[in-house]
């Protein structure tokens, strides 16, 4: 049985809802206890890495370090998004963490010990982030963390790579972890690790498929407005750079101010140019302004938004003015989708989102990893995450498969629900990019870019 406390104050969160695509729910959180650390503290000794053996290909395959005696428990942190501005998307990931715990319990949990679940409010600030990590490492003793968005990543980063504790994150699409992360192919030395890997496609992939998304469809011209905050002009640059290579022309692109009244005349400068279609990135608020005004005014045009406006405000802001805009995000429909969808559905009432699901691969990965290295030592489970989720061995969709088969002295291969979680020497995923349309009752999923067919656009990921 997966533990849960709360002494956040919070006994949920606004009760917006993700239609058809996004979603909130019920609440499920853990006990905040004093933080503990400060910044001169010692990361924790690494152990000495076990030997490997090598396998008919000459590869290196890590052993499984036994332990002295099963423990008692096995605490996973998270760092979530209890409070704050991104709080209503943590209820879909606190249902998958939590069916995931329950259903890996059920088959008698890593190493035959309790598996728990310590969740933590961050309210995605990177300074809370810091103390909370610390508090789940220190105080709460967890061997891994499963969780923390791009915000709290990147501005942490080498504080989060110095503790050596993995990290299998849901959330993050920044493209500064493109060439951070995982392993680097090389599973048995964790002397070059950065010890996180993420479960969601990142920014790359899925602006890559909304460019070709756009290129496929006779998109061939394109106008851009961006905001100048680091996440819109981000996602401009990223998607432009991805267009072009395709062949596509950006006429024009605008870049605006946040917080203006009226984005008429941006508009105006941007219309005067001639292309196809027009892509936006900015903040809900000031997406809404722009939607309002572009669509007053008559332009026309087919609008490509940015995946952060996958948003339950927006339908409700303009959804009839923006309806037929396309958005494209990472596709929540993996390998294994169909199986777990309808146990999420049991599981409470929150709305299926992206970043849920892969919430419920995370959590999988990080309890057969510990199965399979056959201890609790953080070194140890960063050297098998790789292992039982790559290409190769019998292929498991739930940890009670994968344990099955670890017991028997089986290699595995975790697929999961979102993508095949088959990680790159970066602790990347490869997934496809759903293109949905806008609509008044919300976004519809219309067709998906393949992720082979993103592979060989994309190099260092």
């Excluded at 049985?1 to 058809?20: I, Q, Y």
């Excluded at 428990?73 to 991104?86: D, E, I, N, R, Y």
């Amino acid at each position: 049985m997966t533990k849960n406390h709360d002494d956040s104050g919070t006994a949920g969160t606004d009760r917006r809802r993700f239609l058809k695509l996004a979603g909130t729910g019920a609440v499920a959180t853990t006990g905040l206890a004093g933080c503990i650390g400060t910044e001169g503290d010692t990361p924790t000794e690494e152990p000495t890495p076990t030997d490997g053996m090598d396998d008919e290909d000459g590869d290196t395959t890590p052993t499984a370090t036994a332990t002295s005696a099963a423990p008692d428990s096995v605490v996973v942190g998270q760092p979530a998004s209890l409070t704050g501005k991104w709080d209503f998307l943590q209820p879909a990931v606190t249902q998958s963490t939590d069916l995931a715990a329950t259903e890996i319990n059920d088959a008698g949990g890593p190493l035959g010990a309790e598996f728990t679940i310590q969740r933590r409010d961050t309210t995605v600030d990177p300074q809370q982030a810091r103390q909370v990590v610390r508090q789940l490492i220190n105080n709460d003793n967890a061997v891994a963390i499963n969780g923390l968005f791009s915000s709290e990543i990147v501005p942490l980063w080498d504080f989060l790579t110095e503790q050596q504790v993995p990290i299998v994150t849901p959330w993050p699409g920044s493209r500064f972890l493109d060439t951070r992360g995982g392993d680097k192919g090389t599973p048995d030395d964790v002397s070059d690790d950065d010890w996180l890997w993420r479960t969601v496609i990142g920014d790359t992939v899925h602006t890559a498929g909304a460019a070709k998304a756009m290129m496929d469809n006779d998109f061939g011209t394109m106008g851009i407005l961006n905001g100048t905050s680091a996440g819109e002009r981000g996602w401009a640059d990223t998607f432009q750079e991805a267009y072009e290579n395709l062949g596509g022309t950006v006429a024009k692109r605008v870049e605006v101010s946040e917080g203006q009244s009226s984005y008429q005349s941006s508009l105006n400068v941007l219309f005067q140019a001639d292309f196809d279609a027009w892509a936006l990135a900015a903040g809900l608020e000031d997406a809404t302004t722009i939607v309002r005004d572009w669509s007053n005014a008559g332009y026309g045009t087919q609008l490509l938004l940015e995946d952060g406006l996958m948003d339950p405000d927006l339908i409700e802001a303009v959804g009839e003015q923006a309806e037929g805009a396309w958005i494209a995000a990472g596709s929540t429909q993996g390998p294994n989708y169909a199986q777990f969808e309808p146990k999420f559905n049991e599981a409470g009432d929150a709305d299926i989102h992206t970043w849920g699901v892969a919430a419920y691969d995370a959590t999988n990965v990080l309890a057969l990893a510990i199965h399979a290295a056959g201890s609790t030592d953080p070194a140890a489970i960063q050297r098998h995450i790789g292992a039982v989720s790559r290409e190769g061995g019998t292929t498991v969709s739930t940890f009670g498969e994968g344990k099955e088969a670890l017991d028997a002295g089986e290699e595995i291969n975790y697929e999961g629900a979102v993508t095949q979680v088959d990680f790159t020497d970066f602790g990347n995923v490869w997934g496809d990019v759903g293109v949905s349309t806008v609509g008044p009752d919300g976004f519809s999923e219309q067709f998906a870019v393949s992720a082979d067919d993103l592979k060989e656009d994309i190099e260092n990921y």
